[in-house]
């Protein structure tokens, strides 16, 4: 093959891009992707150092098997790298009696037999000191879950990806694709790639990317931010797991301080629409809104509304947040995979394995819960 030909070409080297080029090339298949920054950039959607993973999943059921999936091929990728992955400190869903957010959660853990503890308020808050939840309060405790390592996952996939053979270009952007019966072309400024196959995981710039598809798509800005608190080894991992709370102020989400960052955290619920070529990047004194504060001074102890360090996020929502991975409606040999809705990072080894699947085997089907037709 010559160095701008493969089996398969992948535009976007994300997260989900890195993760296909991972599956792709352990299984000894030719890929390039291609990335319009560098390989693990600040400018996408996989910034910030940390994500959740969890397996209770109050989004809906349907996610659990993956949920279980992702982590097997996490642990894996972890063992053969040595790299730290996964802090499996558990997570928490937290919300009121009134809006069930801790119930949706365990409805997942009975439905598929995981391992989960309801806790009150005033548990939440004996066990966990940085807490201050109301006592009334309820929540359902994944064992499981915990923190990823965003970088570590990047190294540990480009590892396996160069160890195989797979190849990364990094500071090109497509400017164009075409596909035929016959194979598939992608322009860069830097030339033309041809291979037989071509995924598509351009995240916040898909609806772009696929301008041909008409997605619904909104891509929101996100800040994400880390807070000042009187004592680490109050919010470190074991002592603080990562959370997600629905308390009627709104839907934030946090992470425990992992070392040498502190708490962070972010608002889920928010939609702030943007073009992720032309927005405010630079987070903002307005962005510590009010109801942050509010969240901040009335449900922990020990934290504070001002920021040790911020960086910017973009999430890509589609209108159930269901995530879109299908085949092209009108090309059998290009892959898209979409609106991941803010709460992907915890699947990215099962999508990488179910987009090689999509581009190798034409047997396999797209998932109907992410279907790219429902929504036409
Ligand atoms: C603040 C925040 C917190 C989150 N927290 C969690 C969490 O706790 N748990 C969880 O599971 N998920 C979480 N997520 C979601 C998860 O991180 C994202 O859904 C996931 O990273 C999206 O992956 P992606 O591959 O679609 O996008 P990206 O990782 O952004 O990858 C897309 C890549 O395509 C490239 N690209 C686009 N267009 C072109 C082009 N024309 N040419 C070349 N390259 C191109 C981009 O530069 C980018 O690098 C969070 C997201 C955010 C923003």
Not at 80 to 104: F, M, S, Y
Request: proline letters at 5%; charged letters at 20%.
């Amino acid at each position: 093959m010559s160095s701008k030909s493969a089996e398969v070409i992948v535009i976007g080297a994300g997260t989900m891009g890195a993760a296909a080029a991972w599956a792709l090339a352990r299984r000894g298949v030719d890929v390039i992707a291609i990335e319009q920054f560098g390989y693990y950039n600040k400018m996408a959607s996989h910034g910030g150092h940390t994500r959740i993973f969890r397996h209770c999943y109050f989004e809906g059921e349907k996610y659990v098997p993956w949920t279980l999936e992702a982590d097997r091929l996490f642990s894996e990728l972890q063992d053969r790298t040595g790299l730290e992955l996964q802090i499996r400190v558990g997570c928490l869903d937290i919300g009121t009696p009134e809006n069930g957010h801790a119930k949706l959660a365990r409805a997942t853990a009975i439905e598929h037999n995981l391992p989960y503890e309801m806790l009150t308020g005033k548990d939440v808050n004996e066990r966990f000191p940085g807490w201050n939840v109301p006592e009334d309060f309820e929540a359902c405790l994944d064992p499981d879950g915990g923190v990823l390592r965003v970088e570590n996952v990047f190294t540990a996939f480009r590892r396996e990806i160069d160890a195989a053979g797979g190849r990364i270009v990094e500071n090109q952007k497509v400017l164009g694709w075409e596909a035929t019966d016959d194979g598939v072309t992608v322009t860069t400024a830097d030339g033309v790639y041809t291979g037989k196959q071509l995924i598509i995981t351009a995240g916040a710039w898909a609806g772009k990317v696929l301008s041909d598809l008409h997605l619904p798509l909104q891509v929101t800005r996100k800040p994400v931010m880390w807070f000042e608190v009187d004592d680490m080894n109050t919010f470190a991992p074991r002592n603080f797991p990562p959370f997600i709370i629905d308390c009627d102020i709104q839907h934030f989400y946090g992470l425990p301080a992992v070392a040498p960052d502190s708490l962070k955290m972010g608002i889920h619920s928010d939609m702030n629409v943007v073009d992720p070529d032309n927005f405010q990047r630079e987070v903002q004194p307005e962005d510590m809104v009010p109801e942050f504060v509010e969240f901040i001074g009335s449900m922990l102890k020990g934290a504070h509304a001002r920021t040790s360090m911020t960086s910017m996020c973009m999430y890509t929502m589609t209108p159930d947040e269901d995530f879109i991975i299908d085949r092209h409606p009108q090309h059998a040999n290009v892959a898209i995979a979409a609106g991941f809705s803010g709460h992907s990072f915890k699947f990215a080894t099962v999508i990488g394995e179910h987009l090689a699947d999509l581009a190798t085997d034409p047997s396999v089907a797209g998932k109907p819960a992410f279907a790219v037709g429902r929504f036409s």
